[in-house]
């Protein structure tokens, strides 16, 4: 399955909308108000996503959820100087008690640099980048929840371009420690991206991250490199990634969104590639290929595959509903895991 997922990135590659980097939620989000009376409002937004999961196996598991509760303030305080802070309520997040996920001061030198400092994503991966409430699948791919690890960090950043430049790009510097953790060591982590508008309807790009990820530990480094592409031709769009890790890591920083990090060898990379379209009746069919390998060195050891089928109907554009089916590909010992997922999300 590898080779076959490699030869569709070539073929794709031979044919989206340029991605502008999300610090936190909301994407690429103005500064509250634009008119000069309203210029220095704050500004409440949210989304709540209710979930249910059901797991096709004996015990026939299942349960309601959040998959996610947020909700945040953003604005400015002067021309060049925006505010923007959220919170996860979810008790099915962080065990349980409501956390500060995003909490950053953005100085805004031009279009080519704006600094932010605080609580933030790290700039690395274009599913990570995309905001939650606009996620095409509910899930992200295995690779990105747990080789883009901690997602979330402390530190300072600084990005340039937007959705209108051909180039956007974005370097931080950061604890790598996670979030609601002190950083215990001396060094700290180089993260980077940068996407480039080829076309109208192709984008590619490039992450890269260097760090030292082990608790009282100068010395044992992560490097970690992914690359991307994004389509969009007329109503369709794909769009796939492929991410190399090696070196140390630690798991007590957890995985993507809540996700439970998975034992890693040496090296370890994935991939996946993912297609959806957009109908004329508010509804949008997808379909994410992945596969997710935690030990190259190993064959065959923990190697997992998984298939999304689903579909999107936007009620508007505040309101979604999202179902998948996902398909899990054990090599060795196959599980009756799959699982059929429902969400409703609204965002306010």
């Not at 399955?1 to 989206?16: A, E, P």
């Not at 409440?44 to 996503?49: C, N, R, S």
């Given at each position: 399955?590898?080779?076959?997922?490699?030869?569709?990135?070539?073929?794709?590659?031979?044919?989206?909308?340029?991605?502008?980097?999300?610090?936190?939620?909301?994407?690429?989000?103005?500064?509250?108000?634009?008119?000069?009376?309203?210029?220095?409002?704050?500004?409440?937004?949210g989304?709540?996503?209710?979930?249910?999961?059901?797991?096709?196996?004996?015990?026939?598991?299942?349960?309601?959820?959040?998959?996610?509760?947020?909700?945040?303030?953003?604005?400015?305080?002067?021309?060049?100087?925006?505010?923007?802070?959220?919170?996860?309520?979810?008790?099915?997040?962080?065990?349980?008690?409501?956390?500060?996920?995003?909490?950053?001061?953005?100085?805004?030198?031009?279009?080519?640099?704006?600094?932010?400092?605080?609580?933030?994503?790290?700039?690395?991966?274009?599913?990570?980048?995309?905001?939650?409430?606009?996620?095409?699948?509910?899930?992200?791919?295995?690779?990105a929840?747990?080789?883009?690890?901690?997602?979330?960090?402390?530190g300072?950043?600084?990005?340039?371009?937007?959705?209108?430049?051909?180039?956007?790009?974005?370097?931080?510097?950061?604890?790598?420690?996670?979030?609601?953790?002190?950083?215990?060591?001396?060094?700290?982590?180089?993260?980077?991206?940068?996407?480039?508008?080829?076309?109208?309807?192709?984008?590619?790009?490039?992450?890269?991250?260097?760090?030292?990820?082990?608790?009282?530990?100068?010395?044992?480094?992560?490097?970690?490199?992914?690359?991307?592409?994004?389509?969009?031709?007329?109503?369709?769009?794909?769009q796939?990634?492929?991410?190399?890790?090696?070196?140390?890591?630690?798991?007590?920083?957890?995985?993507?969104?809540?996700?439970?990090?998975?034992?890693?060898g040496?090296?370890?990379?994935?991939?996946?590639?993912?297609?959806?379209?957009?109908?004329?009746?508010?509804?949008?069919?997808?379909?994410?290929?992945?596969?997710?390998?935690?030990?190259?060195?190993?064959?065959?050891?923990?190697?997992?595959?998984?298939?999304?089928?689903?579909?999107?109907?936007?009620?508007?554009?505040?309101?979604?509903?999202?179902?998948?089916?996902?398909a899990?590909?054990?090599?060795?010992?196959?599980?009756?895991?799959d699982?059929?997922?429902?969400?409703?999300?609204?965002k306010?």
């Amino acid at each position: 399955m590898k080779k076959i997922l490699y030869i569709l990135f070539v073929l794709v590659i031979s044919f989206q909308v340029n991605n502008v980097f999300a610090q936190g939620c909301e994407g690429d989000d103005p500064a509250a108000g634009t008119d000069s009376l309203n210029a220095y409002k704050p500004v409440v937004f949210g989304y709540l996503q209710s979930q249910y999961d059901y797991t096709l196996n004996d015990a026939n598991e299942n349960s309601f959820k959040f998959k996610r509760a947020r909700i945040g303030v953003r604005g400015k305080v002067m021309d060049n100087f925006s505010y923007y802070f959220m919170l996860e309520t979810s008790p099915f997040i962080g065990g349980g008690d409501a956390y500060l996920m995003d909490a950053f001061v953005t100085y805004d030198a031009g279009n080519w640099a704006r600094i932010s400092a605080g609580s933030f994503k790290q700039p690395f991966s274009l599913e990570v980048s995309t905001p939650c409430n606009d996620l095409t699948t509910i899930d992200r791919s295995v690779v990105a929840d747990q080789l883009v690890a901690p997602q979330r960090d402390f530190g300072v950043a600084i990005f340039g371009g937007n959705k209108f430049t051909k180039l956007n790009y974005a370097v931080a510097l950061m604890n790598g420690r996670g979030l609601g953790v002190k950083d215990d060591n001396t060094k700290k982590d180089i993260v980077g991206r940068a996407t480039y508008k080829v076309t109208d309807f192709m984008t590619i790009g490039g992450s890269f991250r260097y760090g030292y990820p082990t608790p009282n530990n100068n010395d044992a480094t992560r490097t970690t490199y992914g690359g991307e592409i994004a389509l969009a031709f007329n109503n369709l769009k794909v769009q796939g990634e492929y991410i190399y890790d090696e070196g140390a890591y630690y798991s007590g920083a957890g995985g993507g969104c809540g996700a439970e990090p998975i034992a890693l060898g040496e090296k370890r990379d994935g991939a996946y590639i993912m297609a959806s379209y957009d109908t004329k009746w508010k509804l949008q069919p997808v379909v994410k290929y992945e596969y997710f390998d935690p030990n190259i060195d190993v064959k065959d050891i923990n190697y997992q595959e998984r298939m999304t089928i689903g579909a999107n109907y936007f009620f508007n554009d505040k309101v979604r509903f999202q179902l998948n089916y996902q398909a899990h590909i054990e090599t060795i010992n196959s599980v009756d895991n799959d699982m059929l997922l429902a969400q409703l999300q609204i965002k306010f």
